[in-house]
């Protein structure tokens, strides 16, 4: 069975470290920073057999470099040939195994064009997801690249997943988010309580990811720009903005994201 933890990068990164039961093998996802991978490596006696990228940004890829250089090993990600060191591009419906686990790719364009994540629904245990800058806990990625009703799109595929799929992103963004959450759905008390127990987390130095699909519906606006509450949120800060899509709403929420301080 796979084993996920995480492996803490940067200001507020997660390397996210795949291994299993029955071998020394692990892959790793978005290793921005090899030295921290590999002081895991060395500290736990595991051999690093993969790499699953999600996309071109710097703190996602600048570790592949030094990891393959003496592995001969695969590097997944997407079809875009801009990032070093790719030797699986990976686009829409693609599949790939590893460490016995069969995941699926999803195209999620919005943070950059790029984004793709990794599904897995494994025989034992709940489903996964590797969801890079795309999906935060109570929030997403900046539209750095993509259009709000690509990332609009991008979400509704990850709406659609398992309510238990566990849901790994790349960055600890939880607390701020949820400030967020909380001005655009004040009634929102699952949004309060969740502030409440990730505070805690926080103070305590540990992860509050995974989250999950079930979770996320009920906190992350950005995942409930199909409620009321959010709408009417969006209408009065926004008055003057066309709101009629979905992608709208969508588009306008993360602009009143960028400028929430
Ligand atoms: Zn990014």
């Not at 920073?33 to 595991?46: G, M, P, Q």
């Not at 539209?143 to 609009?152: D, K, S």
Request: aromatic share 8%; hydrophobic share 35%.
């Amino acid at each position: 069975m796979i084993q996920i933890q995480a492996i803490p990068a940067f200001q507020d990164n997660y390397i996210w470290l795949l291994s299993e039961d029955s071998s020394q093998h692990c892959l790793v996802v978005d290793p921005g920073d090899a030295s921290v991978v590999e002081e895991t490596l060395a500290k736990l006696d595991l051999e690093l057999t993969g790499i699953l990228v999600t996309h071109h940004h710097w703190d996602h890829t600048n570790g592949i470099k030094a990891l393959t250089k003496n592995r001969n090993i695969p590097v997944y990600g997407p079809d875009n040939a801009e990032i070093d060191g790719i030797t699986h591009p990976l686009n829409e419906t693609d599949t790939l195994t590893v460490l016995h686990t069969e995941f699926e790719i999803f195209k999620t364009p919005g943070h950059t064009l790029d984004h793709i994540v990794y599904y897995s629904c494994p025989e034992q245990g709940d489903p996964i997801l590797f969801c890079g800058d795309t999906l935060f806990s109570a929030g997403c990625g900046r539209l750095f690249e993509g259009t709000a009703e690509q990332m609009q799109r991008s979400f509704n595929k990850l709406r659609a997943l398992p309510e238990n799929t566990r849901v790994y992103c790349t960055h600890e963004y939880t607390l701020s988010n949820l400030a967020f959450a909380q001005a655009v759905e004040p009634e929102n008390h699952s949004i309060r309580d969740y502030r409440n127990r990730v505070t805690q987390l926080r103070q305590q130095d540990r992860p509050s990811l995974p989250s999950t699909i079930e979770l996320e519906l009920t906190i992350n606006p950005f995942m409930r720009t199909d409620q009321n509450s959010v709408i009417t949120a969006v209408k009065e800060h926004a008055p003057h903005t066309a709101l009629f899509s979905d992608a709208e709403v969508f588009g306008a929420l993360r602009q009143w994201k960028d400028h929430f301080q």
